[in-house]
């Protein structure tokens, strides 16, 4: 190499403003340089390789496009080199000591005025190349265009405080070469296995090799080793890439060592254009129930096959933390920050598609893989049911994906979908039944189930923990109400509303008793529309929480406000006429409170003195 005149030139005055900025507050990792230094390097081999597609002669002899990564510890220096497209002089001026690049201005302009103090907003824009400063205190790029002449590489120098020295170099190899003089508390990116890592860690799916020497007694050799993955999968056509390939890069994903059930790849191509790579795992990671669910780590935003950061958070919804995958994005802007992605127009476009993407995953295994469907709704399907609430826009397509256990259903399973159950509905009913319990077993043996069971109308059972909470999200589903069994007033129609004026007005002595009997302990005693078989049951107005839920919240210390319950009777029922004829205050008291109570508890609410209840129960028992 042989220099010839050399130039000395000022940055423009806001290079040196941006190269402060980047400098001093940029990147809260130092280490980023390099991911940025591979990124542009994998720009160079990109861009050649674009153009040798009309001129194969630019590629020469040398067609193997690759980024090396090597230091030298004595000399304290780090390279960075690749054999893509290069720089001549101007472009070297233009792209690296101008604010020519729409990124540098656009960075200036936000940056001016009262938002200068933010230098976290530096991170939208393409300022990569400056990041070189943070570790360096000098910072020399060799580089020769493809096509051009070795006599024709150039040699630019900076220590990045406000000059840079440009001459002409002879280069025997095209592409560019960057060193990175380190500063002086640089030492640890001195290391092999540093670089390595950082290499994995960062740039593991761009696609072309990244070199390291490989090392002997410490000492880097002559001979290279690629460190990276140098394919990025997603980027692969669907046809190319096999089940078990599609299956080891979920498992390199690292939280999961198991198969994945499902995934979707996805490219979309106009004027956004992004690839989705996006993966159901089989089953819940052992913590998920139990804070695990507020890492969300697992999906990984790449922009051109850059690793930019773990963004789950930002690419999708709460209720489908579960999915893990890959978003690579070919419009954003490298080194966007966090808080940039919080409120990206672009991006919110992306977390929409990958909704879709993933509902459409799931109803796909619904439709033609059940055992599999099966499968994610054991281990995800109370999940899902938090987006009846979090996703609106979406919550007809994911109420068609739930599935509950049924009246006229195979016992506890819960394979009943929505479509189901109105494929089933007599002619006349619009309203979808259901009711809610803690288990199984409280569901299916609920008093308030019995009117249903003799008119022979299907009810859906819902017994886990988030449903009761659900369904008030879901009053509504292909155009039927969505009514809870316990709930309200039922629809009679005329004869059985006459009877049921007819048993009230016959059973008000009794009515009136029973108020008397059991005084603030319920708000009303009422005969039931709902009972053939059992005594007694609760009613719930229509915006009361299911007692059963009640009383979990207040176990999780919240304050739940004392309601009086109104107790529906069945007056035909043996125990009410033994009310009706008890002449014994006591004794009718007694009987009172035990109808009250096994409402209650059949409703899986808390006993409000349960030692009491056990001993009426025995002076009952034992027939005073
Ligand atoms: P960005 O990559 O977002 O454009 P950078 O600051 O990282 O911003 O780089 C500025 C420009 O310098 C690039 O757009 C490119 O034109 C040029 N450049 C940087 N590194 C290289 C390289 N290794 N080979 C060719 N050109 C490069
Ligand atoms: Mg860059």
Not at 301 to 314: N, P, S
Request: proline residues 3%; charged residues 30%.
């Amino acid at each position: 190499m042989t220099a010839t005149a050399t130039e000395t030139r000022s940055f423009e005055a806001e290079v040196a403003q941006v190269l402060h900025l980047v400098t001093h507050s940029l990147y809260s990792h130092k280490e980023i340089f390099l991911r940025e230094l591979v990124s542009n390097a994998s720009d160079a081999c990109d861009k050649l390789r674009f153009e040798a597609l009309a001129k194969p002669e630019l590629m020469g002899g040398d067609s193997e496009l690759h980024i090396d990564v090597s230091w030298d510890e004595a000399a304290r220096t780090i390279t960075v080199r690749d054999n893509g497209i290069g720089m001549n002089r101007d472009e070297v001026v233009a792209n690296i000591g101008t604010i020519a690049s729409s990124g540098t201005r656009r960075f200036l302009e936000a940056m001016s005025g009262e938002q200068k103090a933010d230098a976290r907003l530096i991170g939208q824009f393409g300022v990569g190349f400056y990041s070189a400063f943070v570790v360096a205190d000098k910072v020399t790029v060799l580089t020769r265009h493809a096509g051009s002449a070795a006599a024709d590489g150039v040699k630019w120098e900076s220590d990045g405080k406000g000059e840079y020295t440009l001459e002409t170099a002879e280069l025997a190899e095209r592409g560019t070469t960057i060193v990175l003089h380190l500063g002086a508390d640089e030492d640890e990116f001195l290391k092999g296995w540093k670089l390595k890592s950082l290499i994995r860690t960062y740039s593991d799916h761009v696609a072309f090799p990244i070199r390291v020497p490989e090392e002997k007694d410490g000492k880097p050799t002559d001979q290279w080793e690629t460190v990276n993955a140098a394919s990025a999968l997603w980027a692969k056509p669907r046809s190319e890439i096999k089940d078990d390939e599609y299956k080891a890069f979920y498992k390199s994903l690292g939280h999961d060592f198991n198969d994945p059930l499902a995934w979707t790849h996805n490219r979309v191509e106009g004027s956004q254009s992004f690839t989705t790579l996006l993966y159901i795992p089989a089953q819940p990671p052992f913590d998920w129930m139990m804070g695990g669910r507020d890492e969300r780590k697992g999906l990984k935003l790449y922009i051109k096959r850059v690793f930019i950061m773990d963004a789950a958070k930002e690419l999708l919804p709460n209720y489908l933390r579960f999915v893990s995958g890959v978003v690579d994005a070919d419009d954003l802007p490298l080194n966007v920050s966090r808080e940039i992605l919080q409120h990206n127009r672009q991006l919110e476009r992306i977390k929409g598609a990958c909704v879709k993407r993933v509902l459409d995953l799931i109803e796909k295994l619904a439709k033609d893989e059940p055992e599999k469907f099966a499968t994610f709704l054991k281990a995800f399907g109370n999940t899902l049911k938090e987006g009846i609430s979090e996703d609106t826009a979406n919550r007809d397509r994911i109420a068609k994906l739930l599935r509950f256990a049924s009246t006229k259903g195979d016992g506890a399973k819960q394979s009943v979908s929505l479509d189901d159950y109105i494929g089933r509905m007599a002619v006349g009913q619009d309203t979808i039944w259901y009711i809610t319990a803690d288990t199984y077993a409280a569901a299916v043996g609920s008093p308030q189930l019995e009117a249903f069971k003799a008119k022979g109308i299907e009810v859906l059972l819902m017994f886990d923990r988030i449903d009761e909470w659900m369904v008030g999200y879901l009053s509504e589903y292909e155009g039927k109400k969505l009514h809870n069994v316990a709930k309200g007033e039922l629809p009679l129609d005329e004869g059985e509303k006459k009877q049921q004026e007819e048993a009230a007005k016959a059973a008000e002595p009794l009515l009136k008793k029973l108020k008397e009997l059991l005084g603030d302990q319920v708000g009303e005693v009422k005969v039931s529309a709902r009972l053939t078989d059992s005594p007694s049951c609760l009613a719930l107005s229509d915006y009361e929480m299911a007692p059963h839920l009640a009383r979990l919240l207040r176990e999780a210390g919240q304050e739940m406000p004392a309601t009086k319950p109104t107790l529906e009777i069945n007056p035909q029922h043996a125990l009410l006429k033994r009310v009706e004829t008890e002449t014994d205050e006591a004794k009718a008291k007694d009987l009172a409170s035990l109808l009250l109570e096994q409402a209650e508890i059949a409703a899986g609410a808390q006993l409000a003195d349960p030692a009491a209840f056990v001993q009426r129960l025995n002076r009952v028992l034992l027939g005073g």
